[in-house]
């Protein structure tokens, strides 16, 4: 579905069972207690459940958190969040909980940081995708861009690149597509066109706002296919916004710009050949340069050979879209579009569970829609029993 809708189960009224105060306690007391290092935390981390699999506390073990905090900060190695001035990290066992979600278990795969903030998330993710995979961040603070780039380019970690600008401004159609998003601020209803920007089975991971409220629960998003996702709630959170461009401008007390032409437009581009690392592309760009090469020189006569491997080299490649040949599958054009019963939102996508006839974008419109659609409901349902 475009919009998946996702209810975090609550529990039951009553009584807290004597298992679950325990655990709350505990997890009070791991979260208020100050560490003198970084494996000290990842040990305090661990004991508490938020890193589970090896690759995951190692990458913990290897970034230390404070390097990325300013010289001096108590609650560099405490389980909380840390805030001072512009450089905000969430905690810890926040980013360790990401992590597991994102399922980083190839050393190749595109990622994409939706504000990347101080680096630290980025170093983390490093660790375990490698220094040859595509890695981008985007923060619209210059000065937070300023600091990720040096802090990550002193751990040797300079293949991370870092833009400066807003997420709303991305042109979905126009960026390449990634296999793992993160987002790290609280993402409205209207920021799930980030989700576009996920490959065939991606996953995104990100604080995204609940229906009908302005709480928060950290979802993660696979894409099946087309514009069909499976959602799954892990936790509930709460982080700062992130900020529309127009808000932006009302923040830095400067007039806004036109929403038309967007002169902000952000383009996610990937490696060109040539001029990047060839280590950037995937397998099947490499695998065909490859072939290439062995066709203009060893296959004497044959079409590729026409043109000099040279001409390939700096002429035809590097125009290739740096997933040029990534396995596609081709989007459901031919399905008719169906709006909303009741909003007329052309993007609905929940139909009714008895006619299955008409189509909802979420619960509430159902529910506001069901007096008017009751009858003609059970006639639908008579219809196609009939048909049947």
């Given at each position: 579905?475009?919009c998946p809708r996702c209810v975090p189960q609550?529990?039951?009224?009553?009584?807290?069972?004597?298992?679950?105060?325990?655990?709350?306690?505990?997890?009070?007391?791991?979260?208020?207690?100050?560490?003198?290092?970084?494996?000290?935390?990842?040990?305090?981390?661990k004991e508490e459940g938020c890193l589970a699999?090896?690759?995951?506390?190692?990458?913990?073990?290897?970034?230390?958190?404070?390097?990325?905090?300013?010289?001096?900060?108590?609650?560099?190695?405490?389980?909380?969040?840390?805030?001072?001035?512009?450089?905000?990290?969430?905690?810890?066992?926040?980013?360790?909980?990401?992590?597991?979600?994102?399922?980083?278990?190839?050393?190749?795969?595109?990622?994409?940081?939706?504000?990347?903030?101080?680096?630290?998330?980025?170093?983390?993710?490093?660790?375990?995708?490698?220094?040859?995979?595509?890695?981008?961040?985007?923060?619209?603070?210059?000065?937070?861009?300023?600091?990720?780039?040096?802090?990550?380019?002193?751990?040797?970690?300079?293949?991370?690149?870092?833009?400066?600008?807003?997420?709303?401004?991305?042109?979905?159609?126009?960026?390449?597509?990634?296999?793992?998003?993160?987002?790290?601020?609280?993402?409205?209803?209207?920021?799930?066109?980030?989700?576009?920007?996920?490959?065939?089975?991606?996953?995104?991971?990100?604080?995204?706002?609940?229906?009908?409220?302005?709480?928060?629960?950290?979802?993660?998003?696979?894409?099946?296919?087309?514009?069909?996702?499976?959602?799954?709630?892990?936790?509930?959170?709460?982080?700062?916004?992130?900020?529309?461009?127009?808000?932006?401008?009302?923040?830095?007390?400067?007039?806004?710009?036109?929403?038309?032409?967007?002169?902000?437009?952000?383009?996610?581009?990937?490696?060109?050949?040539?001029?990047s690392n060839s280590s950037l592309f995937p397998?099947?760009?490499?695998?065909?340069?490859?072939?290439?090469?062995?066709?203009?020189?060893?296959?004497?006569?044959?079409?590729?050979?026409?043109?000099?491997?040279?001409?390939?080299?700096?002429?035809?490649?590097?125009?290739?879209?740096?997933?040029?040949?990534?396995?596609?599958?081709?989007?459901?054009?031919?399905?008719?579009?169906?709006?909303?019963?009741?909003?007329?939102?052309?993007?609905?996508?929940?139909?009714?569970?008895?006619?299955?006839?008409?189509?909802?974008?979420?619960?509430?419109?159902?529910?506001?829609?069901?007096?008017?659609?009751?009858?003609?409901?059970?006639?639908?349902?008579?219809?196609?029993?009939?048909?049947?």
């Amino acid at each position: 579905v475009d919009c998946p809708r996702c209810v975090p189960q609550r529990r039951p009224s009553g009584r807290m069972a004597s298992v679950d105060l325990e655990r709350l306690f505990q997890q009070l007391y791991l979260q208020n207690q100050r560490h003198d290092s970084q494996q000290a935390l990842c040990d305090a981390l661990k004991e508490e459940g938020c890193l589970a699999s090896t690759r995951v506390i190692e990458a913990f073990s290897a970034v230390d958190r404070k390097h990325f905090l300013e010289e001096g900060c108590e609650d560099a190695y405490t389980n909380a969040p840390v805030r001072l001035g512009d450089l905000h990290q969430s905690a810890p066992s926040v980013y360790g909980n990401a992590l597991e979600a994102l399922e980083l278990s190839r050393p190749d795969l595109s990622f994409l940081n939706v504000g990347s903030g101080t680096g630290y998330f980025s170093a983390l993710v490093a660790q375990l995708i490698g220094p040859c995979a595509l890695h981008v961040g985007i923060e619209r603070k210059e000065s937070l861009v300023k600091h990720a780039r040096e802090k990550c380019a002193s751990l040797g970690l300079c293949n991370i690149q870092f833009i400066c600008g807003n997420c709303y401004c991305i042109d979905v159609d126009g960026s390449i597509k990634f296999d793992r998003i993160y987002v790290g601020a609280g993402a409205h209803r209207d920021a799930r066109f980030l989700w576009k920007l996920l490959k065939h089975g991606g996953i995104i991971v990100g604080p995204f706002q609940d229906e009908g409220s302005d709480s928060q629960t950290l979802l993660k998003a696979k894409r099946i296919e087309g514009n069909s996702f499976s959602v799954s709630p892990q936790t509930a959170v709460s982080y700062a916004w992130l900020v529309r461009p127009d808000e932006q401008a009302v923040e830095m007390r400067i007039k806004p710009e036109p929403s038309s032409p967007r002169s902000s437009t952000i383009i996610l581009e990937g490696p060109e050949w040539g001029r990047s690392n060839s280590s950037l592309f995937p397998w099947s760009f490499r695998r065909t340069v490859i072939f290439l090469h062995w066709a203009t020189n060893r296959v004497h006569g044959s079409l590729l050979g026409r043109l000099p491997w040279e001409c390939w080299y700096r002429h035809i490649l590097p125009w290739l879209a740096f997933d040029a040949f990534e396995p596609r599958l081709p989007e459901p054009q031919d399905k008719p579009v169906i709006a909303c019963a009741s909003c007329g939102n052309p993007r609905a996508c929940l139909a009714c569970s008895r006619c299955r006839s008409v189509r909802y974008c979420d619960r509430g419109c159902q529910q506001r829609h069901w007096p008017s659609h009751k009858s003609e409901c059970k006639k639908l349902q008579k219809g196609s029993a009939a048909d049947k």
